[in-house]
């Protein structure tokens, strides 16, 4: 039988489409994957990739094995799903993935409360703007903004939160702030990611913008708003983050409030340990208070 530390290396190098990239992955060295991956070919005496130059391309047998090699992929991660679930003690790693606007701003206020309820416990937070795959163990809680379709998953929408439109009092000294909706179109805005669904994200609200309103922008969170913080433009934010940053000013109070639901959510396994469960209701409960 095969071992399985070769198929990982190989499903690994397949999914990535290099070995430097699957040596990432599994935090290995390029040569050590390359050796694991050669070691499997040999002992299954069929060429998984053809090697040209420095690209890796799956031969036919490559294509058929990595049926089989993602199917074993997938019972390992139920294998490690189910092994976590186990664990009863209040103690060890738990990894929570949110937006970095919502870690910087927010999750202090949880953390702070897990620190005393569980002092033992380790939480690792996972700053990304992208959705981290719960079912792949990249995270073991997630905090996102659109409910989950897997029926593995466990959610539980925590808010419903609340965002305005913020100018840093230097951009409001330098460029005036808007007046109506339709004053909007005449300012800067600092962009967040795509501009296009920004755009389309604005349309409905009566805010209409061309990419010329767009000349900063950042697909980072932070490094978006704190442009708005030095002055560069406006910009739609949770009011949990615009009206606790200093100098910033919240803009046409008249307008009406866009909301937008903040989810929690968990692998239905993991919800029966201890430790998940406790990290869990302590953000439900925090997050879930207004303010």
């Known amino acids: 039988m095969s071992d399985w530390t070769h198929i990982r290396a190989f ?15 599994l935090q290995l060295t390029q040569p050590t994957v390359s050796r694991q991956v050669a070691a499997l070919e040999d002992e299954l005496g069929v060429m998984l990739f053809e090697r040209l130059g420095r690209a890796l391309h799956l031969t036919d ?10 199917q074993m992929g997938a019972a ?37 409360i897990l620190a005393e309820r569980a002092p033992r416990l380790r939480i690792e937070v996972i700053a990304d703007n992208g959705l981290r795959d719960l079912m792949r163990r990249e995270a073991d809680i997630a905090i996102r903004h659109v409910e989950p379709t897997q029926p593995d998953l466990v959610a539980r929408r925590i808010q419903q939160a609340r965002a305005y439109l913020y100018a840093s009092e230097r ?13 909007c179109s005449t300012h800067s805005f600092i962009g ?30 932070l490094v978006g708003w ?59 409960e925090v997050l879930g208070r207004k303010e």
């Open 11 to 25: 499903l690994a190098t397949a999914e990535s489409g290099s070995l430097s990239a699957a040596a990432r992955k």
């Open 61 to 70: 047998a490559g294509r058929e094995m990595l049926v089989h090699a993602r």
């Open 76 to 112: 390992a991660d139920a294998f490690a799903l189910t092994a976590t679930s186990q664990a009863q003690d209040i103690e060890g790693l738990v990894r929570i993935t949110a937006s970095d606007i919502f870690s910087v701003y927010l999750l202090p206020r949880a953390l702070h």
């Open 171 to 183: 951009y409001i000294q330098n460029h005036g702030a808007p007046q109506s909706l339709q004053d």
């Open 192 to 221: 967040f990611g795509d501009i296009d669904r920004m755009m389309a994200f604005l349309h409905p609200i009566g805010i209409e913008l061309s990419p010329e309103n767009f000349h900063f922008g950042s697909n980072s969170g």
């Open 226 to 284: 704190e442009m708005v913080r030095q002055g560069f433009g406006i910009a739609v934010m949770a009011s949990e983050a615009g009206d606790h940053t200093p100098g910033m000013v919240r803009l046409l109070p008249e307008m009406e409030v866009i909301e937008f639901p903040v989810w929690l959510t968990t692998h239905r396994e993991l919800h029966t340990s201890r430790k998940i469960r406790l990290v869990f209701d302590v953000l439900a």
